[in-house]
């Protein structure tokens, strides 16, 4: 039910209770005030017609005259008037006359007659006898000179006073339900008819509590509704506000999040995952961690361990984690951070990404052990030979010169090897950028050919050039002969070593390249490589065969020394081979170099 037509009800309610009430109390009081008026009217005529016919009485009239008396006064009382002698004859009646009056019965015991000649007065409700009729009766004494003369007696008919009262009581009524109906009038028109308004405010409210932050009331009033929509509205403005910024606030922490290269994890003190930024869902693979436990997310042991560690102590850890499943290393800070509004403190772990440098770190222990090592090797024998010279060696000739020539073979090892040590560490730290020039392939191809004919030669290896066309392309000249310096001198002592009767070949086939670069391919039907070592073998110090290349003044670098080169002028070298067959080396180097940041312009 509406809440106005609600209050109406109410106030209806309230004026029809109070009339009720009046109706109830006043009503049966109405009627007794009638009946006592009407008592003492009855007195008082009674009175004036004892008054009347006293002397009469007193003169000792007859009945008839006495009678005749009455009638003429009951006409101007409007009431039935009895003259009763005192010993209860009825002398006279206004109603009654002649026979009738003669035979009325003695009226001594009449009860308003007892009460008079006891009291002077007396009253009494009941039904005439005489003339049938429900009649108020009120007698008096008539007495003279203290002698009882008789008695007055008037009488009214009931029914009438009846009706008056009920008279009276209809007009009370009627009173009563004006006033109800102005008080139904009254209560229409003063109960606010603004519902109409506070609905809409109510339904304005609801949609807000249900999520429609944008729900306002556009009630204007200028009483307390209008106030209260005011209110409503400003509080859902600022509600609005807050959240937009809280939402602002989030997507600001969500982009400085995405955007840390640290992976970050938070958790709370139950261990329930809060946050987890982009680095770290990627880099460990997790399947939607927030709102899970961190042992459902992040599967390693010792993350664990550090999680739980603060948790319970508060205190910053810091370890390095190796993730296995993804061959990664983290360093891992763990901090407490504290709990929202009185919880104990929770965890933020930050993942700094140490693969690489553990790595490098890893590579350069390798290759210091490896130079050390080999640097030791050709160092030992120097040594071992020295001291045989000393020993008494130098005393034969022969031998002297022998061991002389040896220790001159492993210094020029070490040399060979220093200088490609050298030329590594050069490389990598980008000392020497690249000097780009035109070149041509084929000719670099001549030049490296004639360079080792010798060598060719005296190893018994057939040496040739086949040259389909390679364009002119824009490169390192110096770098390309270097490369291919590498790669013939290895095809030489490689396939001399296979084939040391001759039947040794190896080719430097020159021609086009993709999308217009040139390639250059060193093919030689040498003992060709086992496919486990490729991957590898362009790796410092990797070699197939450790004694064979130290045997042959292999130092283990040259290759690693041509890719780097390779790549240092934008070109690639990869090697196929087809062991007991032979091995092809496949250098592409682009028509031009592309611009790199960092790179040196092309000429
Ligand atoms: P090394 O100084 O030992 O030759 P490289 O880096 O030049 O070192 O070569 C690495 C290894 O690759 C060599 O030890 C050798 O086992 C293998 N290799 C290189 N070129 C050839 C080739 N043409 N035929 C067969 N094996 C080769």
Redesign the pocket.
């Known amino acids: 039910m509406r809440l106005r037509t609600r209050m109406i009800i109410i106030a209806l309610a309230a004026a029809a209770g109070a009339l009720l009430v009046v109706l109830l109390v006043a009503g049966p009081r109405l009627r007794e005030r009638a009946l006592d008026n009407a008592r003492s009217t009855l007195f008082a005529e009674a009175r004036l017609m004892a008054r009347l016919v006293r002397p009469s009485l007193a003169a000792g009239v007859s009945s008839d005259e006495l009678d005749r008396l009455v009638d003429a006064a009951a006409g101007d009382v409007r009431a039935r008037v009895t003259i009763i002698a005192p010993e209860g004859k009825v002398l006279a009646d206004a109603e009654l006359s002649g026979d009738a009056l003669a035979s009325v019965e003695n009226h001594a015991k009449r009860p308003e007659i007892l009460e008079a000649r006891e009291k002077g007065m007396g009253s009494s409700l009941r039904r005439s006898t005489t003339v049938k009729r429900d009649l108020l009766y009120g007698a008096v004494t008539i007495e003279e000179d203290g002698e009882l003369l008789g008695f007055s007696r008037v009488a009214y008919n009931l029914s009438e006073l009846e009706e008056q009262a009920a008279q009276l009581q209809h007009a009370v009524a009627f009173a009563l339900l004006v006033a109800f109906a102005i008080t139904a009038v009254l209560a229409t028109l003063l109960v606010p008819p603004g519902m109409g308004s506070m609905k809409a405010i109510m339904e304005a409210a609801h949609r807000f509590a249900a999520g429609d932050l944008a729900a306002r009331s556009d009630v204007q009033r200028s009483d307390e509704l209008g106030e209260l929509a005011k209110i409503l509205n400003a509080t859902s403005d600022l509600l609005q506000e807050r959240l937009n910024e809280n939402e602002r606030d989030q997507a600001r922490t969500q982009a400085i999040l995405s955007a840390m290269e640290d992976g970050v994890l938070a958790v709370d003190y139950r261990g329930i995952v809060l946050v987890a930024n982009r680095t770290l869902v990627r880099g460990l693979d997790l399947q939607d961690p927030l709102g899970h436990h961190y042992t459902e997310v992040v599967h390693q042991r010792e993350v664990g361990t550090v999680i739980e560690d603060v948790l319970r102590t508060g205190a910053r850890r810091a370890i390095e984690v190796e993730f296995e499943r993804f061959s990664q290393t983290y360093a891992l800070t763990a901090v407490a951070f504290p709990g929202e509004s009185g919880a104990p403190h929770g965890a933020v772990l930050t993942f700094h990404d140490v693969t690489g440098r553990r790595k490098l770190e890893q590579i350069r222990r390798d290759f210091v052990a490896n130079a050390s090592h080999e640097l030791r090797t050709p160092l030992t024998s120097i040594r071992g030979f020295v001291e045989a010279l000393e020993d008494g060696a130098l005393e034969q000739p022969e031998t002297g010169e022998r061991f002389l020539r040896k220790i001159r073979t492993h210094a020029d090892r070490m040399t060979a090897l220093l200088s490609d040590l050298l030329d590594l560490s050069r490389l990598e730290s980008g000392q020497t950028p690249p000097i780009w020039e035109p070149v041509h392939p084929d000719e670099a191809a001549e030049d490296v050919l004639s360079s080792f004919a010798a060598l060719a030669r005296s190893s018994r290896v057939e040496l040739g050039h086949v040259d389909r066309g390679a364009p002119r392309v824009i490169a390192d000249s110096d770098r390309m002969r270097r490369i291919l310096e590498?790669l013939v001198d290895?095809?030489i002592?490689?396939?001399a070593a296979r084939h040391g009767d001759g039947g040794g070949r190896v080719e430097v086939v020159t021609g086009p390249g993709v999308a217009g670069g040139a390639r250059i391919e060193v093919v030689?039907n040498?003992?060709?490589?086992e496919a486990e070592h490729l991957p590898r073998?362009f790796e410092r110090f990797?070699?197939?065969?450790k004694a064979r290349?130290r045997e042959l003044g292999?130092?283990?670098?040259?290759?690693?020394i041509a890719r780097h080169l390779a790549e240092g002028m934008q070109a690639s070298l990869t090697v196929t081979s087809e062991p007991g067959h032979g091995?092809r080396f496949v250098l592409d180097v682009p028509a031009r170099p592309e611009d790199r940041p960092g790179g040196s312009t092309p000429a």
Request: glycine share 20%.
């Open positions: 590498v290895n095809a002592k490689y396939t030689d040498g003992p060709g490589i073998l990797y070699r197939v065969d290349s292999g130092t283990g670098l040259g290759l690693s091995t």
